[in-house]
């Protein structure tokens, strides 16, 4: 099993910027890529970003593109996601998602075998 820990999550004014953590640990040799989703209110779960744990390939969502970027710490098995000049849309809750299978660039739900908790972020306008 593995488990995962967001942090960094809070309340921040339109045009702010915050850093999310996620920390992993357990059984986490192996880990091929990991990811970050969010879920607003009433809103299904997307895809915000991805990175390839060996060599930190990263990919992005559209909506998110230019303004966030995701980068790892394979010592800590940390990986973070810097979110700059955010706006009320990205208001949600975030997840991190680990995939042990060759899932480098996807964005489905389905190909994350482990995720974390969530940490809340607030965009005020």
């Known amino acids: 099993q593995v488990q995962l820990v967001e942090s960094g999550g809070g309340l921040v004014q339109a045009g702010g910027s915050l850093r999310l953590s996620c920390a992993a640990s357990?059984?986490?040799?192996?880990?091929?890529?990991m990811a970050w989703f969010r879920q607003a209110p009433g809103k299904e779960r997307e895809f915000v970003a991805g990175?390839?744990?060996?060599?930190?390939?990263?990919y992005y969502s559209d909506s998110v593109q230019g303004r966030f970027t995701t980068s790892r710490d394979n010592a800590k098995n940390t990986v973070y996601l810097q979110m700059n000049n955010l706006k009320p849309e990205d208001t949600a809750v975030y997840y991190c998602?680990?995939?042990?299978?060759?899932?480098?660039?996807?964005?489905?739900?389905?190909?994350?075998?482990?995720w974390g908790q969530g940490t809340q972020v607030t965009v005020s306008s």
């Open positions: 998602a680990i995939s042990k299978r060759p899932s480098y660039g996807s964005r489905w739900m389905v190909d994350y075998d482990f």
């Open positions: 357990g059984r986490t040799l192996s880990t091929l890529t």
């Open positions: 990175i390839s744990w060996s060599d930190g390939d990263t």
